[in-house]
């Protein structure tokens, strides 16, 4: 399994010239660092092992001004190789890089004694013991770049601790550390491949934008599909060189979210301030810490990252401060420390009442016990809420019509099928459920007894819809009704006149009804509105269905 080992140690301890004495290959690559003999920027190299293993060696700078640089450089590797000068011993950036290490969750490693030929045996000695009480359990070599002495047992004890460590079956995964630009190939972009694969035609998600890989190479060997663990170079055509830049991810499309917040488990090594750099990936972002109880806080960011469930970060203000596990890569605002429990333990369903599309958790893990609904995620209490709330309404719904709206969320179409209720145009009814008179139903029949040829007011516009649903009576406009018989008499007298005549007036139909006109237009108009007859002139004709 391809490994990445990473270099650590302070400045002028050797880190560079001990790769180069391993691997055959100078890491300092800017002019400015062969001028001035330090590194500034990060260096690759391959390295091969007796037993065949391939290590991918990242080597940082040791300067204190770069400790972001060496972030950069050791996150996603899976071994270190910490520098300490025999001479020297252990210095500040020695602890800081140290740390860092720690907070990043990489635990197995060498230490390197370098420059140990400029040494007495009891300074060596004396070296060596520091080193084993600072990396408890860590092998700790005595070597010298220049004689070559202790290189072999050297490369014998990465191979020990060179034991692949198990990855997440997770997509594709790659943060940006250096982009240039290539003739004849345009821009290429490399980086440590934190998970999946990438091959030749590959479309990746590069921020907002849609790359596609046109050729892959593993320490400038061609490759087929690179693995998690290597050092992979991408060329990205259709993309320029200043649109990528240290700190983007590339990440296989609609994989992972991309957020202004993390939630984390702290961890402090001294007093966290409000505002600390947030390194994650080969990123350094800006950020506010709001803390969540003891344990627990939010990071939010100038600007958005890209990260998943169980990522490393480190904070520094100055120095680092401290760093943190990312619980949720993509959290709501409000920052819950219950909550935080509820996900650090895996209990992501227990985080779910209301619902929320499921892909917005995917970043989370598994939803067992939840409830599912056509990509929406609930709890099985909210629903009960809801069809309490919805019974409850129907409760007090008006008899004459005993149905409610459904509520008018997004999730409503595929949550509300769950609750048995019947759907009837806009409303939802109660299976079964008919239109009920209830206390109205003396009202109704004085209305009945009331009605006859000439309309009569009806003040209750429920009542008088479900009457005629029941054909109880007719209404003709105006607030007014009529009764069924008297209709139908009204109804004979046109249909006769018109087939008679062909036509008739408001004032022949007044006449032969013995009504006054008002009550013959009302009549008249409603049967226009019935299709029995329509308007010509002053007069009405039937239509021809009506004929």
Not at 166 to 194: M, N, Q, S
């Amino acid at each position: 399994m391809p490994l990445t080992v990473g270099t650590a140690g302070h400045i002028d301890h050797g880190k560079t010239t001990l790769v180069e004495a391993l691997t055959g290959k100078n890491t300092d690559r800017l002019p400015e660092e062969q001028e001035r003999g330090i590194s500034i920027d990060l260096g690759y190299a391959p390295l091969a092992l007796p037993d065949g293993t391939q290590l991918s060696v990242v080597d940082v700078p040791g300067h204190e001004r770069f400790v972001r640089t060496m972030v950069a450089g050791a996150t996603g590797i899976d071994l270190f190789l910490l520098v300490i000068d025999a001479n020297e011993g252990a210095r500040p950036q020695t602890h800081e890089h140290l740390a860092v290490l720690r907070l990043l969750g990489v635990e197995r490693g060498v230490v390197a004694l370098t420059k140990s030929d400029l040494v007495d045996e009891e300074t060596l000695e004396l070296a060596r013991a520091e080193a084993e009480e600072l990396v408890p359990g860590a092998p700790v070599v005595a070597v010298s770049a220049r004689t070559g002495a202790g290189l072999d047992e050297l490369r014998a004890a990465l191979a020990r601790v060179a034991v692949g460590r198990e990855r997440d079956d997770a997509p594709t995964r790659l943060y940006v550390d250096r982009v240039f630009t290539l003739r004849g190939i345009g821009t290429v972009a490399t980086g440590t491949l934190w998970s999946g694969s990438i091959g030749e035609g590959d479309e990746l998600r590069a921020g907002t934008r849609t790359v596609r890989v046109r050729s892959v190479q593993v320490h400038d060997r061609a490759v087929e599909r690179a693995e998690p663990g290597q050092r992979v170079a991408v060329a990205l055509p259709g993309i320029e060189r200043h649109e990528l830049q240290r700190g983007d991810a590339l990440v296989a499309p609609d994989a992972y979210p991309s957020s202004y917040r993390l939630d984390i488990v702290l961890e402090e090594l001294a007093e966290i301030p409000p505002r600390v750099n947030v390194h994650h990936g080969t990123a350094s972002v800006l950020a506010r810490v709001v803390r969540v109880g003891e344990r627990f806080a939010q990071l939010r960011l100038a600007e958005p990252v890209v990260a998943a469930r169980g990522d490393r970060v480190v904070l520094r203000a100055g120095t680092t401060v401290g760093g943190g596990r990312v619980l949720d890569p993509s959290p709501p605002r409000h920052a819950s420390a219950e909550r935080m429990e509820l996900v650090e333990r895996g209990e992501i369903a227990a985080t779910v009442h209301e619902p929320v599309r499921a892909d917005s958790l995917q970043h989370l893990g598994e939803l067992t016990g939840a409830e599912h609904a056509d990509g929406w995620v609930f709890s099985r209490a909210w629903l009960d809420e809801l069809r309490a709330e919805i019974e409850s309404r129907l409760a007090l719904a008006d008899p004459l019509d005993p149905g409610v709206p459904p509520p008018a969320e997004p999730w409503a179409p595929a949550i509300v099928p769950l609750l048995g209720l019947e759907r009837r145009g806009a409303k939802l009814y109660r299976p079964g459920a008919t239109a009920a008179l209830g206390a109205r139903e003396q009202a109704a029949h004085e209305l009945e007894a009331a009605l006859g040829l000439e309309p009569v007011k009806v003040d209750d516009a429920a009542i008088a819809r479900h009457l005629e649903e029941q054909g109880r009576l007719v209404r003709v406009g105006g607030g007014q009704a009529i009764a069924p018989a008297a209709y139908e008499q009204a109804r004979a007298a046109l249909v006769a006149e018109c087939e008679a005549a062909g036509r008739i007036t408001l004032a022949r139909f007044r006449d032969l009804l013995g009504v006054g006109r008002r009550t013959a237009q009302l009549l008249l108009e409603r049967f226009d509105a019935d299709g029995l007859t329509r308007r010509v002139g002053d007069e009405r004709v039937l239509r021809r269905r009506a004929r």
